[in-house]
Every structure is written in structure tokens, then in C-alpha cells.
């Protein structure tokens, strides 16, 4: 079955500077990469997300890309802020109707002021 | 608009009790999803119901099942509870049930 595997698991930076957490894949049907924030007591939620017929999305300060040979993608954070600190998750679908989120560990970001 | 509501937010139960957890989804989503989140962990998928069909099943036991029902709001059972089911159970709906899952907060279940 799929394994995701996401690095690091933990990420400090300073306010200002960038995030960068990856993510590999093994199940080369995999075709939708979604990332999500889970606050403490909260749920995930979706921030980005990108299908396999395309190599990069951006949305602001946040953006994914996805190299579907190497199977692997990433998400960067540009000029990172202290409500940004949270746990960030990637996943991959699997299954019959590539419906089935596989997620990593997760990243622990903590945005130092 | 009103967002993916799961009841209860927190319940404790003893040792091979049975327990029903609840999931509205979005208003027009027909998928219900259901994941369960240890503590430390990633959220681990358990089932996902499409227009009152299931359309998949995780590694869990038959001591857990689920349905929708048809207005689309869903049902996780688990019967005989043990200790290691304590967690935090997601659910996640989606309108056509294979890209764009909206979670909601989940209900934090502790298994004494």
C-alpha cells in the first residue's frame, strides 16, 4: 500500500524567513497532494492541495510543488509568521477511487518573533 | 456557511463499551470520510461513504462500522472499546469524494 514519508519532523525559523517540509510517496497512481495545518484542538485544514498534471500551485505566501517521477513533493511558506506555527501534514490518495488520504507524521513549524 | 460538524467534541467510556459518533457534512457533499488520529500520529483512514455506499475500508477491525444516511450525515460505531482506541476521530467531507476534504474538529474519545 501507499507510504508517505514527511521531513523534518520538527522546523524552527525566524519570522521572516521560509519553511520548506518534503514529502515522498511510493504509490505511483497516487494523483492529488494535499497539505493540511492542524492547530492544537482543531482538525486539519486544507491550505493547498495540487494534482498530479501540475508541477506547482501557489496561493500567496504558500505554495506546493510535485515531481511526479522522483515521487516526491513539497511545501514552502515564504515570509513566515507566529500564527503559522502548527502541525503541517502532507498526504497522498490511494485506493479503488483514489479516494483514501495516506498522510505522513507531520512537521512541527515554530515561527520564532 | 456552516462547516463539518462532529458530536460529540469529547466523551469517556470504559473498556468494552460500545460508542456512536456523529458527522454533518457540508451542505451538497456526499462523501463522508472517517479517520482516526493517535495522539503524535497522522489522522489513519477507517472508511468512506459516497451516496450512502462504501467506497473503502481501512486496516481496522470489524469492531468498527460506519453508514450515511440519506441526508449524508454518518455514523462511526465501534463496539467492545479497548484502551488503544483512544483517540481523536476525524471526519471528512468532500463533494464528489476524491479531492478537497474538509475536516471538522473531531471528537476526542478516551477509553479508561
Known amino acids: 500500500g501507499e507510504n508517505v514519508e514527511q521531513h523534518p519532523s520538527t522546523l524552527s525559523v525566524q519570522e521572516g524567513d521560509s519553511a520548506v517540509i518534503k514529502c515522498t510517496y511510493s504509490?505511483?497512481?497516487?494523483?492529488?497532494f494535499p497539505w493540511y495545518k492542524q492547530e492544537l484542538g482543531k482538525g486539519p485544514q486544507l491550505i493547498i492541495d495540487?494534482?498530479?498534471?501540475?508541477g506547482e500551485k501557489k496561493d500567496q505566501r504558500i505554495a506546493v510543488t510535485l515531481n511526479k517521477t522522483a515521487k516526491h513533493f513539497s511545501l514552502h511558506i515564504t515570509e513566515t509568521q507566529p500564527e503559522d506555527s502548527a502541525v503541517y501534514f502532507c498526504a497522498a490518495t490511494q485506493g479503488e477511487y483514489g479516494n483514501k488520504l495516506v498522510f505522513g507524521a507531520g512537521t512541527i513549524l515554530r515561527v520564532k518573533s | 456557511d456552516a462547516g463539518v460538524t462532529q458530536s460529540p467534541t469529547h466523551l469517556i467510556k470504559t473498556r468494552g463499551q460500545h460508542v456512536t459518533l456523529r458527522c454533518s457534512p457540508i451542505s451538497g457533499h456526499k462523501s463522508v470520510s472517517w479517520y482516526q488520529q493517535v495522539l503524535g500520529q497522522g489522522p489513519q483512514f477507517i472508511f468512506q461513504y459516497y451516496e450512502k455506499e462504501e467506497r473503502g475500508r481501512g486496516n481496522f477491525p470489524d469492531r468498527f462500522s460506519a453508514r450515511q444516511f440519506p441526508n449524508y450525515s454518518s455514523e462511526l460505531n465501534v463496539n467492545a472499546l479497548l484502551l488503544g482506541d483512544s483517540a481523536l476521530y476525524l471526519c471528512a467531507s468532500s463533494l464528489k469524494g476524491y479531492y478537497g476534504y474538509t475536516f471538522g474538529s473531531g471528537t476526542r474519545l478516551t477509553v479508561v
Open positions: 495540487i494534482r498530479s498534471n501540475v
Open positions: 504509490d505511483s497512481a497516487s494523483n492529488y
